[in-house]
């Protein structure tokens, strides 16, 4: 079952990365790691786009051809940059606990994401630099799990009407989802069961993306719901490829 879960979730980052290149040229922005706004002064917007999502779709396209680490290794260092740190400077100046805030743990944990398969598809790469490769990544996704759950009770309101209409009592599943993200985010970050928080979290994330993503995406057609199916795509996929790698790391350290 591990061995089936594992490999779900490296085609879940797959795909997820072949839709955020597809997505880059659709909506001619950079839509990977939801970076802040383009400069104005800066020129070159759609080009770079373009060129950040080839790069990004050719990186979908070795993960799943278990070929071709460069692509996802560079991949993972753009997103990082440019959206990672961007978001993170204006996370600090500002303050902002909520869209902010998400974009910057969205941008870290698809960098980070991409930066660990890459690592895997290296057939030179030592297993104990794989785990260096998940080590950050783990802290990425996690803390990203924690605050989000804490986001939905502070951001109840605006939760429960993401909540497709024919599931009763959305506030009770907002608090629901709330408590399992944060549980799930604290269980990879410390450790305690890291390996079933990360499953579990991983395998909840994929039932959400059938359920809410998808369907909004379809509905609403635009770059933020096409942009959502591909990091819950994303986040699901690396849940499931690093849960076992957890396990085996905490193994060692015992």
């Excluded at 990082?80 to 743990?105: A, F, H, K, P, Q």
């Excluded at 506030?171 to 990360?198: D, E, M």
Aim: charged share 15%; aromatic share 12%; glycine share 10%.
């Amino acid at each position: 079952m591990t061995k089936i879960l594992d490999s779900l979730g490296a085609i879940l980052v797959a795909l997820a990365f072949m839709a955020f290149g597809v997505e880059h040229f659709v909506f001619q922005v950079f839509v990977t790691g939801r970076p802040p706004a383009w400069p104005a002064t800066l020129p070159g917007e759609h080009l770079i786009s373009y060129a950040s999502g080839i790069l990004i779709f050719s990186s979908g396209i070795a993960i799943l051809t278990r070929r071709g680490w460069q692509f996802p290794f560079f991949a993972g260092l753009l997103i990082l940059l440019w959206s990672g740190l961007r978001n993170i400077y204006e996370l600090v100046t500002r303050l902002d606990y909520g869209v902010i805030l998400t974009s910057t743990n969205k941008s870290l944990t698809i960098g980070g994401c991409a930066l660990v398969m890459a690592a895997m598809l290296n057939s030179k790469t030592e297993r104990g630099l794989i785990g260096k490769a998940i080590e950050p990544e783990k802290y990425f996704v996690g803390i990203f799990l924690f605050t989000a759950g804490i986001q939905h009770f502070i951001f109840a309101e605006f939760v429960k009407h993401l909540i497709p209409a024919w599931i009763p009592s959305p506030i009770f599943w907002t608090y629901f989802a709330g408590v399992a993200l944060a549980a799930g985010g604290l269980g990879i970050v410390t450790g305690i069961k890291a390996q079933l928080a990360a499953t579990l979290s991983g395998l909840m994330i994929f039932i959400w993306l059938l359920v809410l993503h998808l369907p909004r995406a379809l509905e609403f057609n635009n770059v933020n719901e096409w942009a959502a199916v591909a990091e819950a795509t994303t986040v699901s996929g690396i849940l499931l490829v690093i849960a076992p790698r957890l396990s085996d790391s905490r193994r060692k350290k015992t």
